[in-house]
Each structure stands twice: as structure tokens, then as C-alpha cells.
């Protein structure tokens, strides 16, 4: 099983940044896609982005342009760079991984969750 770690959460002012790390330790074969959602009070969860372990990226289109995933595959972590951050980035963020178990199973686990809140 993953344990996913996250940190760098805060508030911050519209047109700030944040940095939210997410570090998984545990036992797996190896992780695969690694990334992050949000969720905003009174809202589902959605995806804000992804990466491969090969290092491919994706983003939610309201996103794209102000924030950049990336990871370091030695460390099992994900990075998400937050730029120009507006009122309506807060929620709550989430890690996720999908990994392979020790029985060759593909599993995706997520972290705690961090709030972010940006003021106007």
C-alpha cells in the first residue's frame, strides 16, 4: 500500500504562487501516473493534472499557462508548481497515484488533501 504525503498548501494573495509537494512511500512495484485534483466546497472533485512516469504532462484547460506539474521518479514525487493564482483555485488539493501492488495489481491511491485559499 501508498502513502501519500502532501504539503505546501496556504494562503496566498490573488497573483501569488504556491508549491504543493506530494511524497509516496510504501510498498509497490512502481508508481505510474501521479497527480493532482481539487475540490471546491459544494463542487466534485476534478482534475487539475497529471504525469506519466515517463514525464508526460496534462492539464484542466483553466489551468494551463499558470501551473506546472512535474516529479523526480528517485524521490516517488509529484510537484505542482501554482502560478497567478485566482479567488477561484481555492479548494482543497489532492495527490493521487496509480501504482502497481506487490500483487501486480494497479491501485490508485490519494493523499489527505491540502487547502489552498487565495484572497482577492
Known amino acids: 500500500q501508498v502513502q501519500l504525503v502532501e504539503s505546501g498548501g496556504g494562503l496566498v494573495q490573488a497573483g501569488g504562487s504556491l508549491r504543493l509537494s506530494c511524497a509516496a512511500s510504501?510498498?509497490?512495484?512502481?508508481?505510474?501516473?501521479m497527480g493532482w485534483y481539487r475540490q471546491a466546497p459544494g463542487k466534485q472533485r476534478e482534475l487539475v493534472a497529471g504525469i506519466t512516469s515517463g514525464g508526460r504532462q496534462n492539464y484542466a484547460d483553466s489551468v494551463k499557462g499558470r501551473f506546472t506539474i512535474s516529479r523526480d521518479n528517485a524521490k516517488n514525487t509529484v510537484y505542482l508548481q501554482m502560478n497567478s493564482l485566482k479567488p477561484e483555485d481555492t479548494a482543497v488539493y489532492y495527490c493521487?497515484?496509480?501504482?502497481?501492488?506487490?500483487?501486480?495489481?494497479?491501485?490508485?491511491?490519494w493523499g489527505q488533501g491540502t487547502q489552498v485559499t487565495v484572497s482577492s
Open positions: 493521487n497515484a496509480d501504482y502497481l501492488d506487490r500483487s501486480v495489481s494497479l491501485v490508485r491511491g
Open positions: 510504501g510498498r509497490f512495484v512502481s508508481i505510474n501516473t
